[in-house]
């Protein structure tokens, strides 16, 4: 089964901040996050093992709750380079499931 | 030097042909995933291979079969294609654990 996500679809400003959701209603083992732009491949952005994790690079984090079986990826002062669907997945033995993604527009 | 290669990038074809999608990783991953994006921009998993191994395969109608004659290799053939096929389908590799990498994909219009 795939994980859900939330919301479906975020508009933002420039500098402005977002947060998207990621649960679960099987136990994470292991949660991951692409972007995906327009007429592209999906690209990785990070991966997070275990629970309590956080990780993150330039100003776009994902922490992983692994007792509420959700990860929430939180992109902070946005760029224009960071619209495009964001997609979580979940992993478990070589079966790789993604969320129906999150479609965030960022504007000038 | 491309990490997942897939060929071809567009494929234009009628219904009721058969085609296939060539797909070839240089990064010594194990596991090999197809996956099919429809219009709605949902990623949904065909097939995973491990070590030539078939592992998922996700309520994929019979007219898909896919084929790893190596690890570096995951093929897709199609038979007798419906419009319902048309869609982009991307190949992808991993070792266990770690990141997805993904090919360009293959826009696929079933006319």
């Known amino acids: 089964q795939q994980p859900v996500q939330s919301p479906q679809a975020v508009i933002l400003r420039e500098g402005e901040d977002a947060v998207i959701n990621c649960s679960s209603s099987?136990?994470?083992?292991?949660v991951h996050w692409y972007r995906q732009k327009h007429g592209e491949a999906p690209v990785f952005l990070m991966i997070?093992?275990?629970?309590?994790e956080q990780k993150g690079h330039d100003k776009i984090s994902a922490s992983f709750n692994e007792k509420k079986q959700q990860s929430s990826l939180y992109l902070t002062a946005s760029q224009l380079s960071y619209s495009g669907t964001y997609f979580c997945?979940?992993?478990?033995?070589?079966?790789?499931?993604f969320g129906a993604g999150t479609r965030l527009t960022v504007k000038p | 030097d491309t990490a997942v290669s897939q060929t071809p990038k567009y494929l234009v074809t009628q219904m009721g042909n058969d085609k296939s999608i060539k797909c070839e990783q240089n990064?010594?991953?194990?596991?090999m995933y197809w996956y099919k994006q429809d219009s709605k921009k949902f990623l949904k998993i065909m097939f995973s291979?491990?070590?030539?191994?078939?592992?998922i395969n996700e309520t994929v109608p019979n007219r898909f079969s896919p084929k790893s004659p190596d690890k570096a290799h995951l093929n897709l053939h199609i038979n007798s294609l419906e419009l319902g096929d048309s869609a982009v389908y991307f190949c992808?590799?991993?070792?266990?654990?770690?990141?997805?990498?993904f090919g360009s994909g293959t826009r696929l219009t079933v006319v």
């Open positions: 990064l010594g991953h194990d596991t």
């Open positions: 099987k136990a994470l083992y292991s």
């Open positions: 992808a590799s991993s070792p266990r654990d770690r990141a997805f990498t």
């Open positions: 997070l093992l275990k629970g309590g």
């Open positions: 997945g979940t992993e478990y033995s070589n079966d790789m499931r």
């Open positions: 291979y491990n070590n030539k191994e078939l592992i």
